[in-house]
């Protein structure tokens, strides 16, 4: 079989189209923020992508049927009047070798080429190992205007982070995109790397809407977020707990411990 | 090399012929179940497949002579005014490495094509974790109403499980055959996961049949199964005896280790 | 590049060639066996193969030049009279990944298929786990007349071994040579699998001068074997004195550590 | 995609052109090496590699600007008179698997070739596990002429070192090189294995010059090598410390501290 295959789903036009690729990884930054921007905006499906580098596997939904593992592309068409239209990239896995990564990547480029993308930003989180209570985003771009741009719209540019690069998608659709001679940027999005951070995603979203120019209805994310700092507020009280001495019978423990149940 | 291999030992016309998998795996569950469709119905070979994805290895027969691993297509014809021939995938193993399952899937589903398949089941087990008394057969499909259709014919549907999805070729005949334009269903049986399974591998074949509209004799399959139970409750009984204190001598237990021995 | 390049050295002519092929394996037993075999025929170099499923490497010799990793095609031309002539593959690796194991085998059988070859001999060391004093030579064939020739001319055809069958090339260059119309056996001398084995490469060289009607002056490989022997039985008495309680001083052990020193 | 790109930068014609190769690996004495050449000869880029067998990564520049990961080649045109011009490969990473070595350097050479060279010299660490003062320049060459030269040029070639040969693309370049029709030599530069190590690259350059018969400027080279002794000194001294008895209180360690500190 071919590497990789594109299933076309509908046939489109679109006007100077712009990639916007979340697929999963650290805190699961990316594909929530992609997954979202994606329900919300809302797009419409445009192709499946399967590959032999993604793992061989189906998923079973609710429903008892099943679905092959796969990346997934839509569109949205923006208002009139509007600049650009976009294409969100998301879906299940990213590629499970580092020439898988190469292959699909490079497969998706050489698509959204043809569809007229010139500009492509990824999204990703960046994992500090500590938690992150108002994630900033940081960026990393394929010149230098687009750094100015970017800092502007509230992103950080660290001389440090990140020391070891990009790997994984984030970095290759921008660093092959380049050779199919396409600029971006990569939006990542603080993040301890122990949670999936829906904070985090909304952090990204909300350079994301700056720089596009779009707008997005981020309360839904906003929820999911306050849900996650509410666990992980609680296992952090239990862990503070295990770790202090016994307390004495009768004293406050016993309400935190209702509290927390 | 090419890398699948797929030699035709006989030129047959089938009747609307349906795709029965089954290959190693959890509790060998589904080889067994395949390998007894075969025997039993009775099936005859019509090809065999090799590959660079599988292990470079030979068996050595009783005899002293080799026969490189393999997976091998068997066929049965229906008796006259039956609806469907059928096709039996069996073998020594599944491709060894994520792409080579593509590859190796891909290609017999070609192949299977252009002899008329539109439908395919695969048999697996799945794994409980547990000693499984009555195995009961879940279910997964390429469409709603094959859900329907096998929930009918005792199929359990379960909105958690499998929770990870279908890995390996199980999943990946139902998931790559849609792009074949086949529909189907896998059929898992429940077992421990800890024995091969011929009870297991009796329950999946008791719906297959149910569902082909087929009769095989499964005494012989029962037969196997009575073997393993009897070996597994002497196992069990070995296991509870060294987690007991040590009995008073003369007492119970030495008749207890007269019936194991 | 082509991922198996075979240079050829020479042009030749060969009749009714056979095939010999022993890599490294089990206690090096066929790499030992074709290399004598090479050497005291004696053969000519016909092709060098190079491949990428060897380690990206290259020997140093003891004159500081390099060379690249590397199986190797010698041919030996029977005297007049003779029936048939020899090739015998040699070499550094066996591939060094599956899939490399079947693309190099089937090259490299391709082109003995050219050269006219319809017959392979593999060698390889069988590994028993514990100390061997006599090697047998176990077998596995292509077909039931093979079996039954080599019985005569000693080779054991064990219902149980080799249980697991054949891995590597040994195994695969009968299992693929059926593809190519080539029949042919495997010589499996037994070995602990501990050391390299000269005692064992010799077992399997008197077998086959037998069943290919050949001369070869075993001497220096029986030289090597004593060698080996007596460098295993030094390491053999070492040890039991180690596990033995200390002996009293002035008694015999002094004398022992002499003839070990 | 391709399994390397190489992209050109310039279209130069060079005179007689030997290749110079120093990538990643033991005490990144290649690396540094060839990189200290590159920018002190001076050259200008001539072609960047990309491969699927280099990591899927980008790395980040303290500007924030990308870059997809590449080897590189750079060229010099030798004054006039000079015999001949040079080409210098360097770059981020080996690949990453053997079969990505093989088909890397494959690629390389052949585009070296049309570029005209005939000769290429490798540069690399070799690991002595102990700290070398005054490290050697250990060889490998193709051919005895070379060997010869080489040692007249001071270099060391060793019965017994490189033991198990040359791994990855010191080796590769020479041994495939040959099958280019290229002839040539590693230079090994002996180091600790436990350091980058620019006092190593620096006896290695000098080899490099007597037998290129260029002049490069080493000043920079020995003053970073001057920092690492410092450092390397500073570390052997506390560990000396840490495993002497403890000082009397008051004594001369006060003094070491503050030396180290």
Same mark, same amino acid.
Request: aromatic share 6%; with cysteine.
């Given at each position: 079989?071919?590497?990789?295959?594109?299933?076309?789903?509908?046939?489109?036009?679109?006007?100077?189209?712009?990639?916007?690729?979340?697929?999963?990884?650290?805190?699961?930054?990316?594909?929530?923020?992609?997954?979202?921007?994606?329900?919300?905006?809302?797009?419409?499906?445009?192709?499946?992508?399967?590959?032999?580098?993604?793992?061989?596997?189906?998923?079973?939904?609710?429903?008892?049927?099943?679905?092959?593992?796969?990346?997934?592309?839509?569109?949205?068409?923006?208002?009139?009047?509007?600049?650009?239209?976009?294409?969100?990239?998301?879906?299940?896995?990213?590629?499970? #070798?580092? $020439?898988?990564?190469?292959?699909?990547?490079? @497969? &998706? /480029?050489?698509?959204?080429?043809? *569809?007229?993308?010139? =500009?492509?930003?990824?999204?990703?989180?960046?994992?500090?190992?500590?938690?992150?209570?108002?994630?900033?985003?940081?960026?990393?771009?394929?010149?230098?205007?687009?750094?100015?741009?970017?800092?502007?719209?509230?992103?950080?540019?660290?001389?440090?982070?990140?020391?070891?690069?990009?790997?994984?998608?984030?970095?290759?659709?921008?660093?092959?995109?380049?050779?199919?001679?396409?600029?971006?940027?990569?939006?990542?999005?603080?993040?301890?790397?122990?949670?999936?951070?829906?904070? #985090?995603? $909304?952090?990204?979203?909300?350079?994301?809407? @700056? &720089? /596009?120019?779009?707008?997005?209805? *981020?309360?839904?994310? =906003?929820?999911?977020?306050?849900?996650?700092?509410?666990?992980?507020?609680?296992?952090?009280?239990?862990?503070?707990?295990?770790?202090?001495?016994?307390?004495?019978?009768?004293?406050?423990?016993?309400?935190?411990?209702?509290?927390?149940?």
């Amino acid at each position: 079989m071919d590497d990789v295959v594109i299933r076309t789903l509908e046939k489109v036009e679109l006007h100077d189209p712009i990639l916007v690729e979340g697929l999963p990884g650290v805190g699961n930054v990316g594909k929530l923020a992609a997954d979202y921007l994606r329900d919300q905006l809302p797009t419409r499906p445009l192709a499946v992508i399967y590959s032999k580098f993604f793992p061989p596997q189906v998923y079973v939904g609710e429903d008892g049927v099943i679905r092959l593992v796969s990346n997934d592309l839509s569109y949205w068409k923006a208002p009139a009047g509007g600049k650009h239209d976009l294409l969100v990239l998301g879906g299940d896995y990213q590629g499970i #070798s580092p $020439e898988g990564q190469y292959e699909i990547t490079e @497969r &998706v /480029l050489d698509y959204c080429q043809k *569809l007229g993308v010139r =500009e492509v930003f990824t999204l990703a989180g960046f994992a500090q190992g500590r938690v992150v209570e108002t994630p900033r985003v940081l960026g990393a771009a394929t010149n230098a205007p687009r750094v100015e741009m970017l800092t502007k719209a509230g992103v950080v540019f660290s001389r440090n982070d990140p020391g070891g690069g990009l790997i994984g998608a984030s970095g290759l659709f921008l660093g092959l995109g380049r050779l199919f001679g396409m600029e971006g940027a990569c939006l990542m999005g603080e993040t301890s790397g122990y949670f999936v951070d829906p904070r #985090s995603a $909304e952090a990204v979203l909300k350079v994301l809407q @700056r &720089v /596009l120019e779009i707008k997005v209805d *981020l309360a839904a994310l =906003e929820a999911k977020a306050k849900e996650i700092d509410r666990i992980a507020q609680k296992i952090h009280e239990a862990e503070q707990r295990t770790s202090e001495p016994s307390p004495t019978p009768g004293s406050a423990p016993r309400e935190d411990l209702g509290y927390i149940g």
